[in-house]
Nanobody
Framework: QVQLVESGGGLVQAGDSLRLSCAAA????????MAWFRQAPGNEREFVAA????????VYTDSVKGRFTISRDNAKNTVLLQMNSLKPEDTAVYYC???????????????????WGQGTQVTVSS
């Protein structure tokens, strides 16, 4: 198993930047693909970005391409989400997730992940 703890959320204005961090503890970090999902009030949880075990495959949802960057530091057991040019529609609780599947199958869906953090709130004011 792996335990995930997110940090870095907060209240910002449109156009600002935030960096979310997810610290993983437990099994070897490189055993997991990692991803960020988000859930806005009244909406279902949606995929944001994912990175494969080795970091060789990275995918984003269309709405964040060019603005968000996911990265992983396997030496520090950490995955980051750098969010630039934030918009009010980015407001949500952001969840870090880890999955045991290898390859890229289900990399962009909740089905591909087995462990979840508690979430961190990101609020973007207009």
């Amino acid at each position: 198993q792996v335990q995930l703890v997110e940090s870095g959320g907060g209240l910002v204005q449109a156009g600002d930047s935030l960096r979310l961090s997810c610290a993983a503890a437990g099994r070897t970090f490189t055993s997991y693909r990692m991803a960020w999902f988000r859930q806005a009030p009244g909406n279902e949880r949606e995929f944001v970005a994912a990175v494969s075990r080795t970091g060789g495959t990275i995918v984003y949802t269309d709405s964040v391409k060019g603005r968000f960057t996911i990265s992983r530091d396997n030496a520090k057991n950490t995955v980051l989400l750098q969010m630039n040019s934030l918009k009010p529609e980015d407001t949500a609780v952001y969840y870090c997730s880890a999955g045991e599947r290898s390859g890229s199958v289900y990399l962009h869906t909740q089905r591909g992940y087995d462990y979840w953090g508690q979430g961190t709130q990101v609020t973007v004011s207009s």
